[in-house]
């Protein structure tokens, strides 16, 4: 089943395309932003400067990096119920919850790898921009391989979660922008609000900000890394239980 499964992965176009356009707008995102800060340093107030993160500064792709993924993982599902071959797939095998097994464990390997390359270049690339004119790290500094991995397994997570709502949405459109609800456009809306105790008891928890507290070197407003990347797999749960059930209860 994994071969027949990756054989349709590797026919997919999105695929390629996505990794493709991701690697291009992170990469050039770390490029831009750290280049700008190297540029305009000896402009920068004290306290601008003191809050200067270079590892923050770098990474902030990630946030919208994980459109890139989820989307990637929704296509990988929902191309395959456009063009009707899914009808074939749960034909040759009815256990549906092991194609879905498959194709999560498939689109997990394609975004680990894809994601460790893209954080890679985009840590080597905004350093480099940095160094030697603003504060800069190394690979080897305290914590920064810990919140590069952070970051890695945020935007595999990303994917996985856009592969479960193209289960339960079935639609490339609407799994995107659901995609694209949950992960960008729903915390921007919240996180700027008060900070009351309902805040401090849910944005925190919500998926992008637990991906944050992996990547993210401050810890304002954000959950602990531990505490991170314990909840952020109950999302994965929660979603792929959710999938099971719309696989079994509907035709496809």
Same mark, same amino acid.
């Not at 009815?94 to 498939?106: E, F």
């Not at 689109?107 to 504060?135: M, Y």
């Not at 921007?188 to 992008?208: E, F």
């Given at each position: 089943?994994?071969?027949?499964?990756?054989?349709? &992965?590797?026919?997919?176009?999105?695929?390629?395309?996505?990794?493709?356009?991701?690697?291009?707008?992170?990469?050039?995102?770390?490029?831009?932003?750290?280049?700008?800060?190297?540029?305009?340093?000896?402009?920068?107030?004290?306290?601008?400067?003191?809050?200067?993160?270079? &590892?923050?500064?770098?990474?902030?792709?990630?946030?919208?990096?994980?459109?890139?993924?989820?989307?990637? $993982?929704? &296509?990988?599902?929902?191309?395959?119920?456009?063009?009707?071959?899914?009808?074939?797939?749960?034909?040759?095998?009815?256990?549906?919850?092991?194609?879905?097994?498959?194709?999560?464990?498939?689109? +997990?390997?394609?975004?680990?790898?894809?994601?460790?390359?893209?954080? +890679?270049?985009?840590?080597?690339?905004?350093?480099?921009? !940095?160094?030697?004119?603003?504060?800069?790290?190394?690979?080897?500094?305290?914590?920064? !391989?810990?919140?590069?991995? $952070?970051?890695?397994?945020?935007?595999?997570?990303?994917?996985?979660? +856009? !592969?479960?709502?193209?289960? !339960?949405?079935?639609?490339?459109?609407?799994?995107?922008?659901?995609?694209?609800?949950?992960?960008?456009?729903?915390?921007?809306?919240?996180?700027?609000?008060?900070?009351?105790?309902?805040?401090?008891?849910?944005?925190?928890?919500?998926?992008?900000?637990?991906?944050?507290?992996?990547?993210?070197?401050?810890? +304002?407003?954000?959950?602990?890394?531990?505490?991170?990347?314990?909840? &952020?797999?109950?999302?994965?749960?929660?979603? $792929?239980?959710?999938?099971?059930?719309?696989?079994?209860?509907?035709?496809?």
């Amino acid at each position: 089943m994994l071969s027949a499964e990756w054989i349709k &992965l590797r026919s997919l176009r999105s695929v390629p395309v996505t990794l493709v356009l991701a690697a291009v707008f992170c990469i050039g995102l770390a490029d831009l932003v750290c280049s700008n800060y190297a540029a305009n340093w000896s402009a920068f107030s004290a306290a601008k400067r003191a809050a200067f993160d270079p &590892l923050d500064v770098n990474f902030g792709f990630v946030q919208i990096g994980a459109v890139f993924f989820g989307a990637l $993982g929704a &296509l990988v599902v929902t191309n395959e119920y456009g063009n009707g071959l899914i009808r074939a797939t749960f034909a040759a095998t009815p256990q549906r919850v092991l194609v879905l097994a498959a194709k999560a464990a498939l689109l +997990g390997l394609v975004a680990l790898s894809g994601s460790a390359a893209i954080c +890679g270049a985009a840590f080597l690339t905004g350093q480099g921009e !940095l160094s030697g004119r603003v504060p800069s790290v190394g690979p080897g500094a305290p914590g920064v !391989l810990a919140h590069v991995v $952070g970051a890695v397994l945020y935007l595999t997570a990303a994917g996985l979660i +856009g !592969l479960l709502i193209g289960v !339960l949405a079935r639609g490339s459109a609407l799994a995107v922008s659901g995609v694209f609800g949950v992960l960008l456009v729903l915390p921007t809306m919240v996180d700027s609000l008060p900070q009351g105790a309902v805040w401090r008891h849910t944005v925190p928890y919500l998926p992008s900000n637990l991906g944050a507290a992996l990547w993210h070197t401050h810890s +304002g407003g954000l959950v602990a890394p531990t505490t991170a990347a314990i909840l &952020l797999p109950v999302y994965l749960v929660v979603l $792929g239980a959710a999938a099971v059930a719309r696989l079994r209860g509907t035709d496809a």
